[in-house]
């Protein structure tokens, strides 16, 4: 009973991350002309916020290691909730940016904190649908933006709002102290893991296993940031028509998420993966094909795709690399997936400039076609492996 409830209270957690994710770029067209910025500062904060992230994320299990689970989400979370309201009552661009960095080292030790922690407590299917309820906090925080705005509120409102569940989210976690349980190897007298990020390198199939990380991560955010951009400019859609599709792609992470929950009771993880690179392999097929009515399936089907290839990696870490090194290593696949969500997009933003967007589809062709290729390959080394 114990361990159902603190999964619930994780699920909460992970809303909570999801939530201040999308909320820049919902605020940014109400933020940029108040703060009196150009438009294109956005993707500076989005940087910080994207570095600090990779910085916790590396480091989180030295702190996890010496503080423990719950109390590193806790104050991971409290960190994140008092940078959030801070933003509220910040009025120039200087201080925004110091601020993000608060928030982007808070939410990656929560990151990579709590994947390892059900990697290692949970069946599949929990993971699936905690990365579900990310995504219920990412489609959250543009709602409370936009009901802000219809008031006729500032952003700063919506920014003092989130924070404020934040800071209702520490006081449970708070109250949840007494559930947490320690690691396996931690119960069982086993040593810490000490490794350094040079020996940890060394581990077989690790270094596939980041660079796995890094092609999925440049798919998923390089195909939610330009996806409408690719739509208006090459497909001649207009721009509402593609931010609802944008809005159905991410739908179909949310709920393929939640489905592939249900599913791990039938596949394995491996499974689940490669299923989803075909599933995005005929959507962008799709997506290509000359027809109007395609461009919607093939968004959907892309969602789709996407869906459990994150949390199924994430699960099978422990089972690839071994429980003693799994929080060291879960931090370094949280560090090149937020390198891949970071620079990837801009890459191809800078790419589209000088070419054309209608480039997107082969762009992710591309990347996918790695991502398979180290996926076998991935899976070929550690099953060579005892761990």
């Known amino acids: ?110 990151d990579a904190a709590l994947n390892n922690y059900v990697a290692l407590h949970y069946r599949a299917r929990h993971m699936n649908w905690l990365h579900c309820f990310w995504g219920v906090g990412a489609a959250i925080g543009p709602m409370i933006m936009a009901g802000y705005f219809a008031k006729g509120e500032s952003w700063t409102t919506g920014y003092s709002t989130v924070g404020g569940i934040q800071l209702a989210l520490v006081m449970v976690l708070l109250l949840s102290a007494p559930l947490w349980a320690p690691s396996h190897y931690h119960s069982s007298g086993n040593t810490k ?7 940890l390198l060394a581990i077989p199939g690790l270094k596939h296993a980041l660079l796995v990380f890094f092609c999925y991560c440049t798919i998923e955010a390089t195909f939610g940031l330009w996806g409408a951009s690719y739509l208006v400019l090459v497909r001649d859609f207009e721009t509402q028509d593609a931010a609802k599709l944008v809005a159905y792609y991410y739908g179909g992470i949310t709920l393929g998420r939640f489905v592939s929950g249900i599913l791990t009771s039938h596949f394995t993880n491996k499974q689940l993966i490669y299923g989803g690179q075909l599933v995005i392999l005929v959507g962008l097929i799709v997506l290509a094909l000359p027809f109007e009515f395609t461009v919607f399936l093939g968004f959907i089907l892309i969602g789709l795709g996407c869906a459990p290839i994150f949390p ?32 990837m997009p801009l890459l191809f933003g800078e790419l589209a400039a000088w070419l054309n967007y209608s ?29």
């Open 1 to 110: 009973m114990k361990k159902r409830f603190l999964l619930l209270i994780i699920y909460l957690a992970f809303v909570g991350l999801g939530l201040p994710d999308s909320l820049l770029g919902a605020a940014w067209p109400e933020m940029y002309p108040s703060l009196k910025v150009p438009v294109y500062y956005a993707g500076i904060l989005s940087m910080i916020i994207a570095g600090g992230t990779v910085i916790s994320s590396l480091f989180s299990s030295r702190l996890i290691d010496r503080f423990g689970v719950g109390p590193m989400t806790t104050l991971s979370v409290l960190l994140t909730a008092v940078a959030l309201i801070t933003f509220s009552f910040s009025d120039h661009f200087v201080y925004l940016c110091i601020l993000a960095i608060p928030l982007g080292l808070g939410a990656g030790c929560v």
């Open 193 to 199: 893991s000490k490794a350094s990020f040079s020996t």
């Open 312 to 343: 199924s990696l994430l699960h099978e870490t422990p089972r690839n690399f071994g429980e003693l090194h799994s929080q060291a290593i879960m931090g370094m696949q949280m560090a090149s997936a937020y390198v891949g969500i970071t620079l």
């Open 359 to 387: 480039t997107l589809v082969w762009f992710l062709g591309i990347f996918l076609a790695a991502q398979i290729f180290l996926t076998l390959d991935l899976h070929r080394k550690v099953s060579k492996e005892p761990h």
